[in-house]
Structures are given as C-alpha cells and as structure tokens.
C-alpha cells in the first residue's frame, strides 16, 4: 500500500517561491503504474489539479499555473516535488500529493496547509 | 475554474437514498471515465468510485455511480451518520492540453 507524506514550510511570503516535497513509502517512484502529482484546496473551496510528473520526468501542468510551475522527480530519494513562484494570497491552501492512474486519483497524502502572507 | 457542476448541497435522512449530479461536456465527462471521491470533515479526499462505476477494495457497494452522456451520478444508498462529507465527481478533460478537472462539490447531510 503506497503511503505518501508532504513536507515543507506552512507560511511563504507573498511573491516568493513555494516549494513542497512528497516522500513515497511501500513502493517505487520508479514504477511505470503511477503519475506522481499535486492537488491543492483552498480554505473552504474545492479541489485543483496542479499538475503530475511520471517517472520519466516528463510533466502534465494545468495551464492556469504552467508559468509559474516546477514538478520534479527525485528518483534517487523516493520523492517528488513542488515549486511554485510569485506565490500570492490565492495560493494559499492546502496542498496535497497523489497517485493518479488514468482517471483516477488513487492515493492521497494527509495534505499540508500552506499559507501566503506579507 | 471547475468545468463539473454538482449541486453545492444535498440531504437525506438514515436509510433514505441520495443522489449526486456531476454535469459535464463532450471534451471530459463524454469522452473520459469519471470518479468520485468522499472528503471527509478535516480529511484528505479518498476514492470511492473509480472508471464510472467501479468501487475500490474497502468502498461499501451502498455507494454506486453511473454515466450517460455528458453527465454522471452518484447514489448513495442506506445514508448512514458516517456518509456526512463533501463529495466531489472528476475527469480528465482534453480540451487546454489536458486537464484533470474536479466537480465543484456537493456537501451531504444525514438529517
């Protein structure tokens, strides 16, 4: 059963870089299976896609946040990140990893509140 | 930004049966298999219904869902306490190079 857990600073600073990990335990990052990826919602709002990277590192990004952002594939550590720049206070919320295959989220992590302020 | 359209609330009483809209388009609900997921109060989401109507190991079969067209549904039936969550419909849509899209949500109440 795959487990995956977030990690990263919970307060950016507006116009700075937001910047979240996700470490992956009970299997391989490496696996042809999955898309690696990230989902956030905002305080009391609905879900958003934020994009998904595959083992080869190629990346799927929602076209709304595609200049802004990063998603890497650490293959070395099991783990798979975030960047996100000139974050503002629309993107605070919180941010989960996820497994997705075809049309399907498969697993999520406990997700990780992260909050833009001055 | 959702392109999914639920209706934002829905209720029930224990034991009554509850429906869910997930109204879409040609280009995510029409081409691309739907799925649903249960959010609990202060939880992550957690699949309950995968490729239209297909339950993961653990998902109770009093939760089923369909599709026709451009549109889907979910049931749930013999509404317990513990059904009381946001429920949100999603799809792959391939119109704007790709996109995985989210329903706008429906918040269930067991009354």
């Known amino acids: 059963q795959l487990q995956l857990q977030e990690s990263g600073p919970g307060l950016v600073k507006t116009s700075e870089t937001l910047s979240l990990t996700c470490t992956v335990s009970g299997g391989s990052i490496n696996s042809e299976t999955y898309y690696w990826g990230w989902i956030r919602q905002p305080p009391g709002k609905g879900l958003e896609w934020i994009g998904s990277v595959y083992y080869t590192g190629r990346t799927y990004y929602n076209p709304s946040l595609k200049s802004r952002l990063t998603i890497s594939i650490h293959t070395s550590k099991n783990q798979f990140s975030l960047r996100l720049t000139s974050v503002a206070a629309a993107d605070t919320a919180a941010y989960y990893c996820?497994?997705?295959?075809?049309?399907?989220?498969?697993?999520w992590g406990q997700g990780t509140l992260v909050t833009v302020s001055s | 930004q959702s392109v999914l359209t639920q209706p934002p609330s829905a209720s029930g009483t224990p034991g009554q049966t509850v429906t869910i809209s997930c109204s879409g388009s040609s280009s995510n609900i029409g081409t691309n298999a739907v799925s649903w997921y249960q959010q609990l109060p202060g939880m992550a989401p957690k699949l309950l219904i995968f490729g239209d109507n297909q339950w993961p190991s653990g998902v109770p079969d009093r939760f089923s869902a369909s599709k026709s067209g451009t549109s889907a549904s979910l049931a749930i039936s013999g509404l317990q306490s513990e059904d009381e969550a946001d429920y949100y419909c999603?799809?792959?849509?391939?119109?704007?190079?790709?996109?995985?899209?989210f329903g706008t949500g429906t918040k269930v109440t067991v009354l």
């Open positions: 996820a497994t997705t295959t075809g049309s399907t989220v498969d697993y």
């Open positions: 999603a799809s792959w849509d391939y119109s704007l190079n790709g996109l995985y899209v």
